[in-house]
């Protein structure tokens, strides 16, 4: 199976870039963001509870995060593989997808850090929330989950380093440079 990490800070491209990828190389797409938001929209337990810490900027708690993933990797079993969007976003989220991937005797093929630079970050987040309606889209919480990002989600890129997983990517210029550097590493079609 190939599966792939993309890694970044918010604002990087990673959902853009998923879509592109999950067109070339038909993988699932895994975004606990917006598993999140679904389950808001639908106003679940879960989603209300996650509410709080979404429009904050702060990241949902770990066991709600890997509890919602250990039920989409029940799902999305077989194929060729997944985008991982968003997730692992601590070192304890890592282990456990590591954990719950070898049930199944499968693993992390590799990890794409695009790196995007703090004040491109906010600038694309306060543009995209001009038409998201995402309220977590404003300076002021784009600034807090870059600080997020830097603190508790940028541990995770040496994590996949230790196990030469790790690649960064150039994750400014146009979209379809970027993916070019994307499948650089990735390789092949499966
Ligand atoms: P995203 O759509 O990936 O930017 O995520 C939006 C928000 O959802 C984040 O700011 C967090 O509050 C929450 N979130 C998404 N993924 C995770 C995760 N893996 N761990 C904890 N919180 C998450």
């Known amino acids: 199976m190939l599966n792939i990490i993309l890694f970044g800070p918010p604002g990087a491209g990673k959902g853009t870039q998923s879509e592109k990828l999950i067109a070339k190389y038909h993988l699932c797409h895994i ?15 879960l989603g209300l509870a996650a509410k709080k810490y979404m429009d904050s900027g702060s990241l949902v708690p770990d066991d709600v995060v890997i509890g919602m993933i250990r039920n989409k990797l029940a799902q999305d079993s077989s194929g060729p593989g997944c985008i991982f969007d968003g997730f692992p976003r601590t070192v304890a989220q890592a282990e456990a997808l590591d954990e719950l991937l070898s049930e199944t005797g499968n693993t992390i093929t590799l990890m794409i850090a695009l790196q995007v630079e703090a004040d491109e970050l906010i600038k694309r987040l306060v543009k995209r929330g001009e038409t998201s309606g995402r309220s977590d889209d404003t300076e002021e919480t784009a600034r807090k989950r870059i600080e997020v990002y830097d603190r508790e989600t940028s541990p995770v890129a040496n994590y996949y380093a230790k196990q030469d997983k790790y690649h960064a990517v150039d994750g400014v210029g146009e979209v379809n440079d970027i993916f070019n550097r994307i499948c650089q590493v990735v390789g092949v079609p499966v």
């Open 31 to 45: 975004s606990t963001g917006d598993l999140l938001r679904s389950e808001m929209a639908k106003k679940t337990e």
